[in-house]
């Protein structure tokens, strides 16, 4: 795909809209006023934990509820925007980055981080069912932790697989997710990672820390 837009410039439209495949959600875009091209929102996060052990290219990954750990269930926390996280005026990555805690904290029950640092890095596609003029980006932040909160998840973790029932009456964004581990590039293989954009991004982010 040629052209990535930029989705930080002036005066374009904000907006939001219900598809298809998630009506019950609208999902936050911006549109080129007069070239007409759309935008959704997507922000995505490596994050690493402040210790010696862990590798500069390792970081978290979660697991899709239900999946097999062993199968393409994987991938790091991310997820779209919706219409009522964006705000008529104010800087897109300040959206962005309010975002990305947001679902680094229902993804992956992060709730403090040391740093927060947007990498520019900007992985555009567009689903099948798109117009030709519609796409979406994923805008990756690298992030880091404690060796305090990485236990915290854990336990976290643990939880869930302790208490089922409770864990599947939490709020739906949630209990997207089910365990936590770490992606170790060596020996590890693409295929596992689950979805259709993840194996993209993670590609494009190890690219940049070549």
Not at 48 to 54: A, G, I
Not at 55 to 84: C, H, I, Y
Not at 147 to 154: A, D, G, L, S, V
Not at 162 to 187: L, T, W
């Amino acid at each position: 795909m040629a052209t990535v837009y930029d989705i930080f410039q002036p005066g374009l439209i904000r907006g939001s809209e219900r598809l298809p495949f998630d009506p019950e959600k609208a999902y936050a875009y911006v549109e080129h006023p007069t070239e007409g091209w759309r935008v959704y929102l997507r922000s995505c996060a490596f994050v690493s934990v402040d210790k010696p052990w862990f590798n500069k290219r390792d970081f978290l990954v979660v697991k899709k509820t239900g999946a097999d750990a062993k199968g393409k269930s994987w991938e790091p926390p991310k997820g779209q925007m919706e219409g009522k996280d964006l705000g008529a005026k104010g800087p897109i990555l300040k959206y962005l980055r309010e975002n990305v805690r947001r679902e680094m904290e229902e993804e992956a029950a992060i709730h403090n981080t040391k740093s927060i640092k947007y990498t520019g890095l900007v992985y555009q596609n567009k689903e099948k069912d798109y117009p030709s003029n519609w796409f979406f980006q994923y805008h990756i932040f690298e992030v880091l932790i404690s060796n305090n909160e990485f236990n915290k998840i854990i336990d976290h973790f643990n939880w869930i697989k302790e208490h089922p029932e409770a864990f599947a009456k939490f709020k739906r964004d949630r209990r997207e997710k089910d365990s936590i581990s770490i992606y170790v590039e060596e020996g590890s293989e693409l295929t596992k990672i689950y979805g259709l954009w993840s194996p993209g991004i993670i590609k494009l982010y190890l690219s940049y820390l070549s």
